[in-house]
């Protein structure tokens, strides 16, 4: 075939999905000799880059490319989600795309240039034109990390793999290395925020149906004075517990629920408690002091439990899709940012988004100072003192405690020391991101726990806007006829057929909504199923959700 008409083809294969690529391809050069065809043994194309000084190099084997491409395909045992470092002769794509458990192709390869004159050598028609590919050339490295980020959903493809053509790699090192990088940045964080969903995934979803019904007649209003101090609950709070009744009335004291039972120790009744952690555990931070009238801020995937220690409940929507779905389709709540994983950050977003000018953080040690884990009164003190026999001091509870974590970084500074952890660095280093687009002034008060570096401003302006209010919308329908219009959407979903990109694409918007919802459930499901086929974890995923709202809207439960 003509040169011209199969970089033609090629591109039409493409042009459906990336136009944008396709026009950038067009513009290109396909005659600099960046390669050249070779055959195999067994007459086979095999693209070959020009070398300065030299033989052709080929990017496959002489000998047999496509059972080179089986051999190296064959390493990417249980994952659903295949990145592949350079197109090449398009080999290991084809043997990727022949097995059914592999749903999303990702083909990254630089020079653009040199990416049209191979659509002049090869035929990729039918690699193209698979729904589960695609092809990124010469892409940013923002471009790659949002892409992976927004396409790799671990609940469904299962693992991923990267899998390099060795000789294009070896051509350009510096490019595909960063690359490399960039890939393993964004795994890392799609692994930590799957890994909260594989464990909490079902508690989210029933916590979540059953506040709907408590949410559904709420109405209160709320408006944040200028000024707020949020109390954490790490151990440095019990020095900076002075300084907080000194300032106690010229502030509003908003309590992360974890540090609750230490103020109630202390004889101090903050203006405002907030809890986020779907755990039931959380009830246990009210035992010793409930809200009663004092506002609750409450994520709607919370503990019903939680959710009733107060007459004045204020729910809000969290980062979870089926908290958002619900806001976005029956009553709008007020969204807070809660990515950064715990209930300080969400403390202080809250209160910037209210309108603080400015917001003073006790007890945010994101570490073990010397040893301890959190503030005396804390829940775990009671708990640990309750447990403690002649065997099992309470030392040695609180030492099973803080080193049951194998990976603990111990910190010494010339005045003391610290125990880190990567979960606790990865908060601190989320909170020191917030600090840099919040409108409010954040003031670390001064503890023994890891520095927290936040913009220093010398000035507050003053607010000048109308002052934000926490409230909720009207609820468009009961929320058992709302629940009852989810139920059927998720029945109504279509049966999984061929890939996972084929099966999104012909959703309606409405429907893809309620797939998202499902989505942390589905990784629940999977941790127990780890070899289950993407068919039927949809299927027993659609089965538990059903399951689990049903007995909720049925005319003898109402």
């Known amino acids: 075939m003509d040169r011209a008409a199969l970089f033609d083809r090629n591109l039409l294969a493409l042009s459906s999905k990336t136009p944008e690529l396709c026009s950038m391809l067009s513009n290109a050069e396909t005659t600099k000799g960046y390669y050249t065809l070779v055959y195999s043994r067994n007459k086979l194309p095999v693209p070959a880059l020009t070398m300065p000084e030299g033989a052709p190099r080929p990017l496959h084997s002489l000998f047999d490319p496509h059972k080179e491409a089986e051999r190296i395909v064959a390493t990417a045992e249980k994952s659903g989600y295949i990145i592949m470092l350079g197109l090449g002769g398009g080999y290991l794509a084809q043997k990727a795309l022949e097995r059914s458990d592999i749903h999303s192709v990702i083909i990254v390869d630089y020079n653009l ?41 671990p609940a469904l493809h299962g693992g991923i793999q990267v899998l390099p053509l060795r000789p294009r790699v070896d051509h350009e090192p510096e490019l595909f290395t960063a690359a490399s990088d960039i890939i393993r940045s964004s795994i890392d964080a799609i692994s930590e925020d799957y890994s909260v969903q594989a464990y909490f995934g079902r508690t989210w979803f029933s916590n979540t149906i059953r506040n709907i019904f408590s949410s559904e007649h709420q109405s209160k209003v709320f408006s944040l004075p200028d000024h707020v ?7 440095s709070l019990d020095m900076q517990i002075p300084l907080l009744k000194q300032e106690r009335e010229h502030t509003f004291i908003l309590a992360t629920d974890t540090s609750l039972p230490a103020l109630a ?36 995937s919370s503990p019903p439990v939680v959710a009733t220690l107060s007459e004045n409940t204020l729910f809000f929507s969290g980062g979870h899709p089926l908290t958002q779905y619900v ?6 709540f007020p969204l807070v940012d809660t990515s950064g994983g715990n209930v300080t950050y969400a403390a202080v977003a809250l209160a910037n988004q209210l309108g603080a000018r400015t917001i003073r953080l006790y007890g945010a040690d994101y570490s073990y100072p010397e040893g ?19 065997l099992h001091p309470v030392e040695s509870l609180f030492s099973s405690f803080l080193f049951r974590n194998s990976q603990l970084l ?47 401003q010398q000035q507050v302006k003053p607010y000048t806007n109308i002052k934000p209010l926490f409230t909720a919308g009207k609820a468009r329908e009961s929320a058992a006829s709302f629940l009852q219009s989810y139920v059927a959407t998720i029945k109504g979903l279509p049966k999984f057929q061929y890939s996972l990109n084929q099966y999104v694409l012909q959703l309606t918007e409405h429907q893809r909504d309620v797939f998202t919802t499902l989505l942390p459930l589905a990784a629940f499901i999977r941790r127990s199923y780890q070899d289950i086929s993407l068919e039927s974890l949809i299927n027993r995923v659609k089965e538990t959700a059903i399951a689990e709202i049903e007995p909720f809207i049925s005319p003898k439960t109402r």
């Open 372 to 390: 301890e884990s959190y503030a005396r009164g804390t829940y775990i003190h009671g708990l640990f003192h309750c447990k403690q026999d002649r």
């Open 113 to 153: 240039d040199g990416c049209a004159e191979l659509l002049s050598l090869i035929d990729y028609i039918s690699i193209f034109s698979d729904p589960r590919v695609s092809l990124l050339i010469n892409p940013s490295q923002d471009f790659l990390y949002h892409f992976i980020l927004s396409t790799y959903k």
């Open 265 to 300: 120790a202390h004889g101090i009744e903050p203006n405002g408690v907030i809890s986020i952690d779907c755990q039931h555990i959380s009830y246990y931070h009210f035992v010793s002091k409930k809200p009663q009238d004092i506002p609750l801020f409450v994520d709607l």
């Open 327 to 332: 806001s976005q389709y029956w009553r709008s």
């Open 410 to 456: 111990k910190i010494i500074s010339e005045q003391s020391w610290r125990y880190e952890t990567k979960p606790l660095i990865s908060y601190r280093k989320k909170l020191e991101a917030l600090s840099e687009q919040l409108q409010a002034q954040l003031i670390i008060i001064d503890g023994r726990g890891a520095p927290i570096r936040v913009p220093q």
């Open 229 to 235: 101090s949020v109390t954490a609950a790490g151990p």
